[in-house]
């Protein structure tokens, strides 16, 4: 599983970085000249019906470092974050009855994997760029995220199915 999922970020950010190559050059000369750069991959996001036991799984039985709970009332969650050295996960719950877990687990009643962040160096030289690439953005405006941090996201259905944050480094 967790093979499947790293190929498929990595092919993702392949594909943010690269789609505005030309096919008539090599692939390093093709590497567009962006204003503003990927980074690493932030952490996997990913939504939980019961925060208690997940982070139990993830501390007593998988012996990771947890963070305690933090309420973000303005993005509709409760978050905690699990250091896995390389990256980290964040275990979403929802906070209120309009929170976007609550209707993602609706539809997905056990959870699952809610989306990815990558960091970048620049979010208005991405958010400017990636408009004029018609990537949609949620948001007119970043918005300040788990790590206080301006975040943007990305519209799943211009990612390949997959719901992506963008996070000022």
């Not at 392949?14 to 692939?27: D, I, M």
């Not at 760029?129 to 206080?148: Q, T, V, Y």
């Amino acid at each position: 599983m967790a093979a499947v999922l790293w190929r498929g970020v990595a092919g993702l950010l392949s594909r943010l970085q690269t789609s505005a190559l030309s096919s008539s050059k090599s692939f390093s000369q093709n590497i567009p000249s962006c204003l503003w750069k990927l980074g690493r991959l932030n952490h996997v996001a990913i939504a939980v019906p019961d925060l208690e036991k997940a982070q139990s799984l993830y501390k007593d039985v998988l012996g990771a470092q947890v963070s305690e709970t933090v309420a973000l009332p303005e993005h509709g969650v409760y978050t905690v974050f699990v250091e896995l050295g390389n990256t980290k996960l964040e275990l979403l719950h929802p906070l209120g009855e309009k929170s976007p877990i609550a209707s993602f687990l609706q539809k997905n009643k056990t959870g699952g994997m809610h989306h990815i962040c990558i960091e970048v160096d620049d979010i208005k030289a991405a958010m400017t760029e990636l408009k004029k690439k018609k990537i949609r953005i949620l948001s007119e405006e970043p918005k300040i995220g788990a790590h206080g941090k301006p975040v943007i996201f990305l519209h799943p259905k211009d990612c390949h199915g997959v719901l992506v944050e963008l996070e000022q480094a």
